[in-house]
T-cell receptor
């Protein structure tokens, strides 16, 4: 199982771009990378998922280098409502045991 | 389409009591998971199931049992509750077809053991 390492916390200001990097040195060939967002008292919700290179959707971008040993979640122009905990999950694309890391607590200030 | 539904939402137990948490999903997902989240901490995997009738241990399985008799339901049981099991319990499910198949979470069950 690929273990993930993220910064415990990050601070930002409204309107800035935020990049959160996750390390997963022992990622396996069948593993994909998924990022989740969790607000207090709620279950995590899906943000973005990728296998390699760059993925972009309406809320974020995910950058994955060729060696896939890390990934970076990019949130453009954050707002106060982006204050949350962000988890990087590396798991087999066919399911099985899915272990979360500690997550990154992002605090966005006015 | 309700997604993942957890019942109950809240529960208070006394030490030694037993209870069952129910997770139901209506997305025809093959895999289901139970996580616990202690205050200020991340999610820890308790047990999971890759199909009807099959279960497997996660990171912190001791003190819990699970059953998956029907594909849409995943039950988490506490045989003899302890204060250390005070936590928020999240159920999740996933469609095992590869990419574009993220976990879907319920809203959690807040359990307090006194």
């Amino acid at each position: 199982l690929a273990k993930t390492t993220q910064p415990i916390s990050m601070d930002s200001y409204e309107g800035q771009e935020v990049n959160i990097t996750c390390s997963h040195n022992n990622i396996a060939t069948n593993d994909y990378i998924t990022w989740y967002q969790q607000f207090p008292s709620q279950g995590p919700r899906f943000i973005i998922q990728g296998y390699k290179t760059k993925v972009t959707n309406e809320v974020a971008s995910l950058f994955i280098p060729a060696d896939r040993k890390s990934s970076t979640l990019s949130l453009p122009r954050v707002s106060l409502s982006d204050t949350a905990v962000y988890y990087c999950l590396v798991g087999d694309m066919w399911g099985g045991k899915l272990i979360f890391g500690q997550g990154t607590e992002l605090s966005v200030k006015p | 389409n309700a997604g993942v539904t957890q019942t109950p939402k809240f529960r208070v137990l006394k030490t030694g009591q037993s209870m069952t948490l129910l997770c139901a999903q209506d997305m025809n997902h093959e895999y289901m998971y139970w996580y616990r989240q202690d205050p200020g901490m991340g999610l820890r995997l308790i047990h999971y199931s890759v199909g009807e009738g099959t279960t497997a241990k996660g990171e912190v399985p001791d003190g819990y049992n699970v059953s998956r008799l029907k594909k849409q339901n995943f039950l988490l049981g506490l045989e003899s509750a302890a204060p250390s099991q005070t936590s928020v319990y999240f159920c999740a499910s996933i469609h095992a077809t590869g990419l574009d198949s993220p976990l879907h979470f319920g809203n959690g069950t807040r359990l307090t053991v006194t």
